[in-house]
């Protein structure tokens, strides 16, 4: 099982990756990326299971990450992990082929109760 | 009524706390407290921007001392303070900005645009915040985790009428 973890910031691609550790999804490989484009250059290379991608990126957000992934007839789950999980954020993650939101901060939990259901 | 006053029904000085003391409680536990308000601080060199474009209009501003730049660095990479680097503090107070602006902005009127942080500490160049005649400061809270100081800003900007377009209409 490999996840591609997208964020510009450095420290909260590390937190993401404890964070999947302590959900209990330390058995997994971890790819990063540094943004959408990189992303899109790092699930081609190394082709991941799931992806956890941040939203407000430069050079390419994470919602146009994904858009581009969709119209390439890609579905493999893609989740966002941003700071912001407002109703609208969520309406739009999901009508864009999300399969969830997790808002940051977050918690183990928040992230075991999102992965069960894709990743079992 | 002024964009200030608007804001001030919104959202006030015990939500930002609650928000802030959220989300520095999911980024570091509870093990070196949690923030709470305090007397004012004097000038804090450390800190990062956000912007807010659309319904609501303003930046959301996080600053703090190098020391509590540097501890928290040293927590959330896992290293010892002494081995934290510049671009290590910039990282680490840019996401800070970055989650307590998110979730400032998820509390107010959208649809809008988040920005990007832009970060200022001692070694860089500091960030550029509007200080026009239409920018005014909402809200100013001073704060203390683990001993330090640390300042949430808010600026609040007036909302072009609707028919000039203020982002390019995606929402962050």
Known sequence: MKILVVDDSRVMRQIVVRTLRQAGYGHCDVVEASDGRDGMDKLREEQPDLVLSDWNMPEMTGIEFLSALRASGDARPFGFVTSEGSEPMRATAAAAGASFLIAKPFTPDAFRDVLEPVLG | ?172
Do not use: Y
């Not at chain 2, 009127?109 to 500490?121: A, D, E, F, M, N």
């Open chain 2, 1 to 172: 009524m002024t964009a200030t006053d608007a804001f001030a029904e919104l959202m006030d000085d015990n939500t930002v706390v609650e928000m802030v003391a959220d989300v520095f409680t999911g980024l570091f536990g509870e093990g070196r407290g949690v923030p709470h308000p305090d007397v004012t601080a004097g000038p804090l060199p450390v800190g990062a921007c956000v912007g807010v474009t659309g319904a609501w209009q303003g930046q959301i501003d996080v600053a703090c001392s190098a020391e509590l730049a540097h501890l928290a660095a040293a927590e959330l990479f896992d290293v010892a303070v002494d081995a934290v680097s510049d671009a290590d503090v910039r990282d680490v107070v840019g996401e800070l900005a970055n989650v307590v602006g998110g979730n400032v902005k998820s509390a107010l009127p959208g649809p809008s645009v988040l920005s990007l942080p832009s970060t200022r500490t001692p070694a860089s160049v500091p960030a550029v915040r509007v200080e026009s005649d239409g920018v005014s400061p909402a809200l100013v809270l001073d704060l203390t985790w683990s001993g330090q100081p640390i300042r949430v800003s808010i600026w609040t900007m007036p909302t072009p009428p609707p028919s000039q377009p203020s982002s390019k209409g995606e929402i962050s």
